[in-house]
Structure formats: C-alpha cells, structure tokens
C-alpha cells in the first residue's frame, strides 16, 4: 500500500470539467485543520519540550539533545521497554495464532451456527480495556476470584497471577482475551473476498483442504496479516491500561517504570518531569513507527509481483 | 492492549491496483464448495467461545450478589442471595448519583467526538478518492503517516499543550483528541474508491447539481455500510477510551464511566478502604450493555462494510 498506486493521473479533459479544480479541499480542509491541531502541533510541541529542561536554578533553557542522552542510558526506560518487546514478541503470534485458527475455521463452512460463533468471540472487543482489566483483575484475585478457589481445590497455590513471573503471562492473557475477536474479524472478512473460482480450481486439482489453506488461504491473508500485526505492536509498545489497573493487586511486582509509557505517565503526573515525559513520547513514536514501517515493508515485499 | 485508540478494522486487501475480486454473494458457503458440517471443528468454536465468554460470565453471575457473598460464594456459579436489583439501585444512588453523570459524560463524549470523528473522515475520504487537487498526495503521505503514531505518544504532549490553553478539565479536553481518526478516513477512501462510481458523479454536475448535493444525497446513500463502520469502532474507542480522561481531568463530575469504576474499584485501597467491589461489577456490566447492544444492532453494517473494503467489481 503504498501512495503511488493512488497518484493522481491528469484525467483527460474530455472527461473531466474544468469546475471544481479544488473543490476536494472543501471536503479534505475540515479534517487535515483537526489532524494538524491535534496531531501535528502536539508532535511538535513534544519535539520542543524534549530540547529543554526546567531547572531550579536559571528556569527553561535549551539543553539540545541532553534529554535523550539522558535516556539512552536510563535503565529505568530500558527495562520497561525490554519488557514490552518481550510481551510483544510472545503474545502478538500467540493471539494471531488463535485468531487466525478460528478465522479459518470460521471460513470453512464445517462449523455449527457459524454466525453466532463470530459475533460471540469478537464481543470481547467491545468491552473496554478498563472492564476487561477489573473482570480478570476479580478472576486473577485470590480473594474472591477463581484462582483462589482453584488453590484451594487443589490444595496448594498452583496459579500465582500475581507474581513476578507470572504478571506478564497475566497481562498477556486479557490482551489476548479483549483482541483475539478483533483480529479474527479482520482475517474472517479477508478470507470472504477469496474469488470461488481458485477454489474451484483447487478442488479440480485434487487440493485437500490443508493444501487449499497453504496455497490459497493463507497468501490471500497476507496483506491483514502484515496489518494486524502492526497493529498488535503499536498497542503493546502502548501497554498502559492494564497493568496500571492490576498494580493495585499487585503493588510490588508492577511499579511505576513498568512499562515505557507507564513511565511517561508517572514522570509527567507524579514528578513532574514534563520535558523528560515527552522525550519517553518521541523516542517511543519513533521506534514504534519505525518498526511498523518495517513490518509492512518486509510483509508486502513480494506482494507486487 | 492499551491503546488510546485503537484504530479501526483495516478494509482487508484493500490495496488499490490490484486484481479486482468479487465477494461471494449468499451465506457463509466458505471453501465455495458443499462442505459436510463436522463436529470436531465445531468444537475448536466452542473452546474459543467459552474462552471469550467465561468472563462476561463472570461478570453476570457477580453481579447478583452482594459484597459479603462476592467475597464468599464461589465465582463462577450464583451466591446466596439474589442482588441484582439492589446492587442497580445502589449503582445509581452512590456518590449522589454519580455513575449516571458518569453515563451521561461518556454518551456526550461519544455522540460529538465518535460523530465528529466520523463525519470528518467520511467528508474528507470522499474528497480525496473522488476529486484531484493541489496537494492531494501531500495529504495522503500525512494521513498514512499518522496512522502510524501511537495515540499515546501523543497524550501527553496534548495533555501539556491545554493545559496552556486552559482546557484541561473541560470536556474539550476528551471531545477535541477524539475528533481525528486518521484510519477511519483511510477507510472511507478506499470504500469510496470502490463504491461511487464516477459517472455519476459526472451525470450529477450535468444535472447542474451542486457539490455538496451531490456529496449528501449520492455519495452517502453509497457510503453508508463504510460510514457505519466507521462510526461504530469510533464509538467504541472513545466509549473505551481511558488513558486520556485519566490525564485529563481533574473533576470526578466530569469523568467517564471508564476512569469513573476505576476509581470506585480503587477505594479498597489505602487506609479508609471502603470496598463496593458489588458496586464495581454491577457497574461494569451496566457499562458495556449499551455498546454490546449497538454491536449487535449494526453488526449488518459493519459486517458488509468490511468486506466491502478490498471489493472492486
């Protein structure tokens, strides 16, 4: 998807009146003055704050790069964001793993009531992040949720959620709860616009249904593959939610540099620190941008054959 | 996953110049063969299924009891008592009534900012798949850019640049980020591309019609499955969405039912911990009723409207 396929050809003036040579921006206008307000400017703006720095003694001034030095060799940054790379690296395949089983399944045309099964695994999606965070924060809870039933049932304290080594399988798992419908939605609808015909000839060929997954299925879902896993990446470098909600169940195991933009959030509103805040912001929007770039560059290489 | 807003679903396959498809029209014939149902598979669904549901479940069965019997009836089946009704009540009556201005923040922040967001991007995708004009691949780079940049890279530096202006604490605060989604607008252009046919765009201006005319009597009619996909994941993130509010605003008056229960489910903590844990659950459920209801009304719509995305006849 690049911005070539769609230049703008010079039309032929036969076809084309003369009227309306920039009647398109009446219509672009309205949005691109929202998307420079409430995006551009505040990218800007965050470039600015991160040249400068608040000190007691002298006030603002400009320091240059002095911030993101500060924050290459911040162990505090690195360990929040070693911690969402490796979230990522674990839960993004594991979720479009399931996701994309369940879109095939769907698919296939062998399965029961097959409408309702979509819609049933794709409502998690619309319940919020917060909701879903405090339902599996009660399920997680030794007080009153499941686990702790399940440990006394068994007689020893078999599921953990809560501790270090467990809180990220824990976050991990409502993350994967709340998107695994979503994801499957965007393959489900990806596979329906597959033309019969390949099937068709498939089948004539004697294809099995893994072969007709192999050699059909699959290539038609690159391009929402390559899409829904740069999505997943953008929303765990953003990880906030929750693990913010579940630091109150467990205090000393999630702590306020748990995860870069946790970090952001505590510098800016606990310390204070808004010049450093926004410097966490950039360096996080430039990696997170620069990996997905490279997700979609090496997802669609051979796409244009 | 935490995101401020988590963008819409992508139109799939939707590249412009590339080999035109056509959707299968009928029901879910899958492989486009008569394909035997068969249990096992039917069974994989169920797995998924009860995966997705046992916290909404949970979340049902909880909301019948009261505090001492959540803390002491077993999770996933029914307690003692049967509270629902009172725990409704109690929802609506705690704080003086706080979760309804909470409920009625949260409808006022997604009817102006999901309905701006989604008229902004409706306009603006129809103008840059059906007119050419000076800087139109300019504005095309800048959309697919910002697509890219996660929403809350943004949140803060948003949240220091009004706190200059004197807009922090307002409901502006929530209602002017809302308003740009920068993906809603890709999915509007490539719908459009596909789902006005130019001619009668032309035919129009013949008939001496007027631009904006034509926009609002053609162009929506053809757009609408696309708009309404837009307007329903735009109603979802803004009805989701937590991390802006939370920096935001200062006033409990003016928050979201989102930041709202989180702070009703914080006050277990601390010293004069006063846990309405019954109160959380109830309110919970209460809070996703209404966007599960709109899924379900438009789920036609978005259905379509997905598919539709990569569909070139």
Redesign the interface.
């Known amino acids: ?1 690049t ?1 070539s ?4 050809t010079p ?1 032929p003036v036969a ?3 003369k ?10 206008a ?3 003055v ?2 420079v ?7 800007g ?2 470039l600015y ?1 991160s040249l400068f720095r608040d000190q007691l003694i002298g006030g603002n001034h400009f320091v240059g790069l002095a911030n993101y030095v500060q924050l290459v060799q911040d162990s505090k940054f690195w360990s929040g964001f070693v911690r969402v790379l490796v979230f990522l690296v674990i839960q993004v395949p594991i979720m479009l793993v ?1 996701a994309l ?2 879109a095939l ?11 309702f ?1 979509r ?14 965070a ?6 997680y809870g030794p ?4 686990t702790g ?1 399940f440990n006394s049932a068994i007689g020893i304290d078999l599921l953990q959620p809560f501790t270090p080594t467990w809180i990220l399988t824990s976050i991990g798992n409502i ?1 994967t ?6 994801n499957m ?3 489900f ?2 596979l ?5 015909d390949l ?2 000839a498939a ?1 004539l060929d004697g294809a099995g ?1 893994l072969r ?1 997954i192999l050699s059909i299925k699959l290539p ?1 879902l690159r ?2 593959i390559v ?1 829904a896993t ?3 990446i ?12 579940l630091k ?1 169940l467990a205090p000393n195991v999630i702590g306020t540099f748990f995860t870069p ?1 946790m970090y ?2 505590n510098l ?2 606990a310390g204070q620190q ?1 010049n450093y ?2 410097t966490v ?2 360096v ?2 430039i990696i ?2 620069v990996i ?2 490279v997700v979609q560059v090496r997802g669609t290489r051979s ?1 244009n054959r | ?4 807003t ?2 819409v ?2 139109a ?6 590339r080999t035109p ?4 029209p009928g029901k ?6 008569r ?4 249990l096992p ?2 069974a ?2 169920v797995v ?2 009860v ?3 046992a ?2 479940f ?2 049902i069965v ?1 909301s019948t009891k009261s505090q001492d019997d ?3 009836t ?3 089946w029914f307690g003692n008592g049967f509270d629902l009704f009172a725990n409704i009540r109690d929802v609506f009556t705690y704080n003086g009534g706080i979760f309804l201005q909470w409920f009625g923040n949260t409808l006022l922040y997604v009817v102006v900012g999901a309905g701006g967001a989604t008229f ?2 409706t ?2 995708g ?3 798949a ?8 300019a ?8 697509i ?14 009004f706190s200059k202006l004197g807009l922090t604490n307002t409901p502006w605060a929530i209602i ?2 809302s ?2 989604s ?1 993906f809603g ?1 890709y999915l509007v252009w490539t719908y459009a ?1 596909d789902a006005i046919p130019t001619e009668l765009l ?1 035919a129009a ?1 013949m008939d001496g019609a007027s ?1 904006l005319r034509i ?1 609002f009597t053609i162009a929506v009619k053809l757009l609408t499955p696309g708009i309404v996909t837009v307007l329903l994941f735009s109603v ?1 993130a803004v ?2 969405n ?2 802006l509010p939370l ?1 935001m605003l200062s006033d409990p008056r003016l928050y979201p ?3 709202g ?2 702070q009703w ?2 006050q ?2 601390g010293v004069a911990a006063h846990p309405i ?1 019954n109160l ?2 109830t309110g ?1 459920l209460i ?2 009723i209404p ?2 209801v ?3 009304l438009l ?1 036609r719509y978005w ?1 379509s409207g ?2 539709a ?3 070139k006849e």
């Open positions: 998807m911005a396929d769609t230049a703008p039309a076809r084309r009146r009227r309306g040579k920039q009647t398109g921006w009446l219509f672009v309205p949005f691109m929202v998307l307000a409430m995006l551009i400017v505040p990218i703006y965050a704050l399931l089983i369940a399944a769907l698919d296939s045309a062998r399965v029961h009531a097959a409408g099964f819609i049933a695994i794709f409502l998690p999606y619309a319940v919020p992040g917060v909701v879903a405090l339902i599996w924060g009660f399920i007080q009153f949720g499941l039933s993350v709860w709340e998107f695994l419908g979503y939605i965007i393959f609808a990806a329906r616009v597959v033309p019969t099937y068709e089948a249904s007709t038609a391009g929402s899409i740069i999505f997943s953008i929303g765990s470098f953003q990880l906030f939610n929750e693990p913010n909600l109150s933009n952001a959030y800016s509103f808004f805040s926004a912001a950039i996080m929007g997170t941008a997905a770039y796409e | 996953m935490s995101t401020l988590r963008p679903v992508p799939p396959g939707a590249r412009p110049g498809r056509r959707i299968r879910n014939d899958g492989s486009g063969l394909e035997k149902k068969s598979m039917t994989i669904m998924f299924l995966y997705s549901f916290p909404l949970y979340l909880n959540l803390l002491s077993f999770g996933l902004l991007a306009i603006a129809y103008g840059l059906k007119f050419r004009f000076v800087g139109r691949r504005v095309f780079a800048v959309v697919l850019g910002s890219a940049i996660p929403g809350t890279a943004l949140a803060v530096p948003t949240f220091l640049l002017l980020p308003l740009i920068p607008m591309v032309e201006r631009e926009f979802v009805w989701n937590y991390f920096i039912l989102t930041v229960l989180n489910s914080q277990a903590q844990y959380v659950v919970a809070t996703i966007i599960v709109v899924f379900l789920q259905q997905l598919g995305g990569g569909v």
